[in-house]
C-alpha cells in the first residue's frame, strides 16, 4: 500500500474545499485536510466545523488532568461523520507519539492518548487542533466526487489548518486559488 500513496494522481498534503453543490449535508462548506489517498480509498479531518465538546470534556472522559483553562476551554472539532467518538489530534511535527502519521513536512495526525497528555501538561505540540470523527471515501469514491465537480483541492496550508478562525478557513482556501466565494456556481460542467 505504500506504493500507492505515491503514485500520480492521488492527492497528497491537499486541502478539499466543498463546492456550493455538494448534497451531502455532511460536507457543506466543508474544508477537509486530506491525510491518506490511495487505491483502497481516502482519509480526512475537516477543520472548520465545531463540534458540542470542549478539550477538557474530551480530558475529563480520558481522565487527563489539565489545569490550563485556556486549553480545556478550546473547542474540538467534528472531523467527519464517520467514527464520531474517535479521536484525531492534526499538529505541528512533534516526534514519539505511539501511533502518528505525517502529512507533509508541517502537519502530522495522532490517534493515541499520549499526545492529549502532553497538550494536558503543556509540553506537547506547538500547535494542534482536536477532532471528533473523519471523513472516508472508498477506493475511487473520492475521484468520482472531483470528476463531478463536488470537491476543489489546494495545497495544505498550517496556517489554515492551525491559526486561522473556523470561520475564515473556507474563504482562505479558496483565496489560495484566486477564487472568492462569490464567483462559485452551485453546478459546474466541464468544458
Sequence with gaps: MEEDSKTPGYLEQQILIAMPGMLDSNFAGAVTLLCQHNAAGAIGITINRVSNFTLGEIFSQLKIDCIDEK????????????APDRGFVLHSPLPGYESSMDIGKEIMVTTSRDVLAD?????????????????????????????????????????????????????????????RVDQLLPEAGHA
Design 71 to 82: 486549553i480545556r476551554n478550546l473547542a474540538v472539532l467534528e472531523g467527519g461523520p464517520v
Design 119 to 179: 497538550i494536558a501538561s503543556g509540553s506537547g505540540p506547538e500547535k494542534y487542533v482536536v477532532a471528533l470523527g473523519y471523513a472516508g471515501w472508498g477506493g475511487g469514491q473520492l475521484e468520482g466526487e472531483m470528476l463531478a465537480n463536488a470537491w476543489l483541492s489546494v495545497s495544505a496550508d498550517t496556517d489554515i489548518v492551525f491559526d486561522l478562525p473556523l470561520p475564515s478557513r473556507f474563504d482562505k482556501a479558496l483565496g489560495r486559488l484566486g477564487i
